[in-house]
């Protein structure tokens, strides 16, 4: 049974920064991609970033473009949500994906991913 475990959530002041990891774990995945998706109060879920099986591609939705960077650690089966300059927009839960047939362009589709962590919620406010 794959197992995404999201953390690195919190509460965080605008203009200010957080960090997500997801650890991938009980697996025999090979070369999946992984991405963050976010649901805010209300809404649908939404893509935020992916990284394809190889690290070397990322993908960002125009809302975070220059602020979020996406990473990953393959040998530690690990990937990273760098945050910055956080706006109380980005007000969500957090939830991590992973999946061996995502690719580009559809890597940016939930349908894409069968494997999903349980979420960590961002909250940015004064």
């Known amino acids: 049974q794959v197992q995404l475990v999201e953390s690195g959530g919190g509460l965080e002041q605008p203009g200010g920064s957080l960090r997500l990891s997801c650890v991938v774990s009980?697996?025999?995945?090979?070369?999946?991609?992984m991405a963050w998706f976010r649901q805010a109060p209300g809404k649908d879920r939404e893509f935020v970033a992916a990284?394809?099986?190889?690290?070397?591609?990322?993908y960002y939705a125009d809302s975070v473009k220059g602020r979020f960077t996406m990473s990953r650690d393959k040998a530690k089966n690990t990937a990273y949500l760098q945050m910055n300059s956080l706006k109380s927009e980005d007000t969500a839960i957090y939830y991590c994906a992973a999946d061996e047939g995502a690719r580009n362009p559809a890597i940016r589709q939930a349908y894409e991913y069968r494997y999903w962590g349980q979420g960590t919620q961002v909250t940015v406010s004064s």
């Open positions: 990284v394809s099986w190889s690290g070397i591609n990322t």
């Open positions: 009980r697996h025999t995945l090979t070369n999946y991609a």
